[in-house]
T-cell receptor
Framework: AQSVTQLDSQVPVFEEAPVELRCNYS??????LFWYVQYPNQGLQLLLK??????LVKGINGFEAEFNKSQTSFHLRKPSVHISDTAEYFC?????????????FGTGTRLLVSP | DVKVTQSSRYLVKRTGEKVFLECVQD?????MFWYRQDPGLGLRLIYF???????EKGDIPEGYSVSREKKERFSLILESASTNQTSMYLC??????????????????FGEGSRLTVL
């Protein structure tokens, strides 16, 4: 079975500051990794994903994440946040042998950007 | 653009009522999912369907059933609503990528959610 841990339930940050949202996972098989974002009163949308290749992946809105296999982590980063980045961010993993049908989500991290 | 539409954004029901949550996607996706979202618990999978009339239980199927009679529509049914089913319900769909040469990127497309309150 897979599990995803997002240790920070809430991350407050000032506008234009850098931010890192942490994600660690546990799995006995190889996985694909995802970050989704949920803006207030909306559904989730894909921010970025790691399927294979370069371990540094870039997503929408200036976000990037790095897959670290040895530390089983997939932390999300942005060098300079904007007020509009205020949202909830979910890390998710999918075992490679399930055709993406068994996505497991973390509990989410609420990013609060203030002026 | 892929669109996943959930029929009701907000519902208020009474304990014991039968509740239907409808979800329609317009991109011919094979897979459809129902998740429940609760603060501090993230998203938990209730049921998913990989084809018409096919369904599989997720992590928390108790108290729920689903129906998929057409490819584009996936319904979540609460036979007898209870207060502990007060939650946000999210529908999602995805492409399997087994035909047509399209690549399966694993992306889920979500609806905007249905917030159910059971009194």
């Amino acid at each position: 079975a897979q599990s995803v841990t997002q240790l920070d339930s809430q991350v407050p940050v000032f506008e234009e500051a850098p931010v890192e949202l942490r994600c660690n996972y546990s799995s006995s098989v190889s996985v694909y990794l995802f970050w989704y974002v949920q803006y207030p009163n909306q559904g989730l949308q894909l921010l970025l994903k790691y399927l294979s290749g370069s371990t540094l992946v870039k997503g929408i809105n200036g976000f990037e994440a790095e897959f670290n296999k040895s530390q089983t982590s997939f932390h999300l980063r942005k060098p300079s946040v904007h007020i509009s980045d205020t949202a909830e961010y979910f890390c998710a993993v999918s075992p490679r042998n399930t055709g993406f049908q068994k996505l497991v989500f973390g509990t989410g991290t609420r990013l609060l950007v203030s002026p | 653009d892929v669109k996943v539409t959930q029929s009701s954004r907000y519902l208020v029901k009474r304990t014991g009522e039968k509740v239907f949550l409808e979800c329609v996607q317009d991109m011919d996706h094979e897979n459809m999912f129902w998740y429940r979202q609760d603060p501090g618990l993230g998203l938990r999978l209730i049921y998913f369907s990989y084809d018409v009339k096919m369904k599989e239980k997720g992590d928390i199927p108790e108290g729920y059933s689903v129906s998929r009679e057409k490819k584009e529509r996936f319904s979540l049914i609460l036979e007898s609503a209870s207060t502990n089913q007060t939650s946000m319900y999210l529908c999602a769909s995805s492409f399997t990528g087994l035909a047509g040469g399209k690549a399966n990127t694993g992306e889920l497309f979500f609806g905007e959610g249905s917030r159910l309150t059971v009194l």
